[in-house]
């Protein structure tokens, strides 16, 4: 998989605290310092992932399915996961 220029140019140009997370077909998902996810599109925009992307990566489990299953409610910002 081959990023676009402007995809390139925004992953360089992101500030401290900003982590790309996934690639979803050709986008890279990216998680804000708030625990946020969001797109960078082709013509390097950050966009808000679509419900199915996030759910691929969160996982479809209620909060408290997954605190039973050794998870963490979602509302928890994921801000050191990658360190």
Do not use: C, F, W
Not at 18 to 41: D, F, H, K
Request: no cysteine; glycine share 8%; charged share 30%.
């Amino acid at each position: 998989m081959e990023l676009t220029e402007q995809q390139s140019l925004r992953i360089a140009e992101l500030p401290d605290g900003y982590r790309v997370v996934a690639l979803e077909g050709a986008t890279p998902m990216v998680r804000e310092p708030t625990g946020q996810l969001v797109r960078i599109e082709q013509n390097g925009e950050l966009t808000r992932p679509r419900a199915e992307d996030r759910r691929k990566l969160v996982g479809e489990r209620s909060d408290e399915e997954a605190q039973h299953a050794g998870g963490v409610p979602a509302v928890t910002p994921y801000t050191s996961v990658m360190d």
